[in-house]
């Protein structure tokens, strides 16, 4: 029974060194979690902006009236706690900047 889990224990030590930088190595085409959770994201944004799919755009985000150019640009309150702050929401303001800039 020792031996199967000194087995078992050896076996995750040497898979979680290095395994994602090797696995990346690779060339496997494979995206992060991050990437795929944020093109979902996204995905899911475009759906409530146009009206694609029966949420409310004002659940998630607020509009800005006072803008110049297109009237999609997307804000979202500001928040005190860490579970709201790491919300779709936020996430897809966070991401949407990080491409524009």
């Known amino acids: 029974m020792t031996k199967h889990t000194s087995d078992i224990t050896q ?24 990437l795929r959770r944020l093109y979902y994201d996204l995905v899911m944004c475009y759906k409530i902006v146009f009206n694609i799919v029966a949420l409310e755009f004002s659940e998630f ?27 779709f929401a936020c996430r897809v303001v966070k991401g949407v900047e990080q491409f524009t800039s």
């Open 11 to 34: 076996l995750t030590k040497t898979m979680s060194r290095g395994y994602i930088e090797r696995r990346n190595k690779l060339n496997l085409n494979l995206t992060t979690l991050e």
């Open 61 to 87: 985000f607020a509009r800005n009236t006072y803008s110049r150019g297109h009237p999609y640009k997307l804000y979202v309150n500001h928040t005190c706690t860490n579970i709201r702050y790491h919300f």
